[in-house]
């Protein structure tokens, strides 16, 4: 089988489609990636053949001028996402022509497959791997972005009805406006629903790199979303440093990461995660500055502390005690299906609905702030240190994500996909 996978470039969204692809090639199927050049080492050391696309870093950018709200998140996600859709439309149509793939496999926003979802002319089967939270539209009325749990009464509904009206306003209509006045431009139809939904229910499959427990309840689910549990992780270059095979055993080890986006400043939660614990010589609090320098971080640093630009989360997880990240969906997947409970402190991107998902799971604390203080953070992670149900929920998850075999899920769904053929208007032809 030729595949051809198309992926946004962050970190964030190559390594999920970098793990489908080490499934791919595994079983003897020729795969070829396409994303910004940054990444060529990474994906030919993963075996994969690789072709660029030159989107103008377009991933990268970060509205500087505005505080943090639906204005900001809306030129970001705009920029981000919606702008490389035609650069993205056109490398993916070359290599269509070029490689005849018998299916595409795209991380949910690379756009650049709308148009081929949305157009009318015969295309491969389609299948979107999410990166994040399941962004279905809710059925209790709740705007998706601002990391709301569940209504749990009428009234809860009525004011997450409110709440809705004003998100759509300021977020979601602009934003598919926009991304229909895109698509417009190349002779497309508009969206059939916001765009979140839309990345969801267009595709030939969806994938759910999670296990439906840590989802919220939607009803009745999309026919072609299939849930995979954790994608297999990849091999790490990052060694065990030598501080953490010499350290103390009998300390319980508290983790903090902010990630490889939401990194610039360090003083919104690896800081003043340090300073909290700074006084606690029962703990041995690591942190990970997510490929930045060491030296980015300011003041020195505590004695009960360790820091590395990069670590191998995978050989760590089962010594961590406690996670406090600020909500990458990757990594906190990833300490849950390793039983690893949670303190969550974020709010751009999409890291607000992952911390609620936290929160209301049981498995964590959900600070909900993109600015916790030291004395918040303590408080927060000497409650989930010293009540049990966190990590007994937080294992309960484990289970959970141990009972699902991704890698047979994602490839399953793979293969029932192209074996309808490729797709004309929807239909096999």
């Known amino acids: 089988m030729k595949v051809l996978i198309a992926a946004t470039a962050l970190t964030g969204h190559i390594t999920p489609l970098l793990a489908a692809g080490r499934l791919l090639a595994a ?20 075996g994969l053949r690789f072709a660029p696309i030159d989107d103008g870093h377009a991933a990268e950018y970060r509205e500087t001028g505005l505080p943090a709200g639906p204005e900001r998140y809306r030129r970001e996600f705009a920029r981000r996402f919606i ?45 979107v791997l999410n990166v994040s939270f399941l962004f279905l539209d809710r059925p209790d009325d709740a705007p998706v ?19 809705k009206a004003g998100m759509d306003a300021a977020f979601v209509d602009p934003v598919r406006a926009y991304a229909d006045a895109q698509l417009a431009r190349l002779g497309l139809p508009p969206l059939p629903a916001s765009l979140p939904h839309s990345i969801a229910i267009l595709p030939d499959l969806f994938l ?19 849930f ?31 990630g490889t986006l939401a990194n610039a400043d360090f003083g919104e939660l690896i800081e003043p995660t340090l300073a909290a614990l700074a006084d606690r010589d029962d703990l041995l609090v690591v942190a990970t500055t997510g490929g ?33 990240t600020n909500g990458g969906y990757g990594s906190v997947s990833q300490a849950l299906a390793a039983g690893v409970p949670l303190v969550s402190a974020g709010l751009t991107e999409d890291k607000a609905e992952i911390g609620a998902r936290i929160g209301w799971s049981g498995a964590g ?10 004395r918040a953070l303590r408080e927060a992670i000497d409650t989930v240190l010293g009540q049990p149900h966190f990590r007994a929920r937080a294992a309960s998850l484990a289970r959970a994500f141990a009972g699902l075999d991704s890698g047979r899920a994602v490839l399953a769904g793979i293969d029932d996909v192209v074996r309808g053929g490729p797709i004309v208007r929807g239909i096999a032809a």
């Open 27 to 46: 079983r003897g199927d020729s795969v070829v990636m396409t994303t910004a050049e940054e990444f060529r080492d990474k994906i030919e050391s993963a």
């Open 83 to 127: 702008d490389p859709i035609p650069v993205q439309f056109e490398a993916l149509s070359r290599l269509v022509e070029a490689e005849r793939p018998d299916v595409i496999v795209a991380g949910s926003l690379f756009l650049g497959v709308l148009p081929l979802l949305l157009g009318s002319r015969p295309r491969p089967p389609i299948v």
């Open 208 to 226: 759910q790199p999670t296990v439906p427990e840590f989802e919220y309840d939607y009803g009745t689910l999309p026919p072609n979303l299939r």
């Open 365 to 374: 604390f959900n600070l909900a702030t993109n600015n916790p203080t030291a």
């Open 145 to 163: 972005g601002l990391g709301l749990p569940p209504a749990r009464t009428e009234t809860e509904r009525a004011h997450y009805a409110l709440l």
């Open 228 to 258: 995979t549990g954790l994608l297999p992780v990849p091999p790490t270059h990052a060694p065990l440093p030598d501080w953490w095979r010499a350290r103390d055993v009998t300390k319980r080890v508290v983790l903090v990461t902010q």
């Open 292 to 324: 930045r320098p060491v030296e980015a971080l300011s003041g020195p640093l505590p004695g009960n502390a360790r820091v590395a630009p990069f670590l191998p989360f995978d050989a760590m997880l089962p010594d961590i005690s406690l996670l406090v």
